[in-house]
């Protein structure tokens, strides 16, 4: 199942890709002086941290199956 390993890998990296966003993201909120507007932004960025690590997960569960089968 060696394709299974691959997509696997790819999603994977999506998900530290967006992960990656999530950090840089982050950093500019904490620069923000409107707390009203921070906390605005911290609520997509929170969705968007969810979803990166559920798709990190995801491709690492395709790794794993890939190489048991």
């Known amino acids: 199942m060696t394709w299974l390993v691959i997509v696997g890998v790819f999603v994977t990296l999506a998900g530290l890709v967006g992960l990656g966003l999530c950090i840089g993201k982050a950093a500019a909120i904490r620069k923000l002086d ?10 997509w960025l929170v969705a968007l941290n969810m ?18 089968l």
Not at 34 to 43: F, I, K, N
């Open 34 to 43: 409107d707390p009203d507007q921070a906390r605005a932004q911290l609520h």
């Open 51 to 68: 979803a990166s690590v559920g798709l990190a997960g995801l491709g690492l569960a395709f790794v794993v199956i890939g190489l048991i």
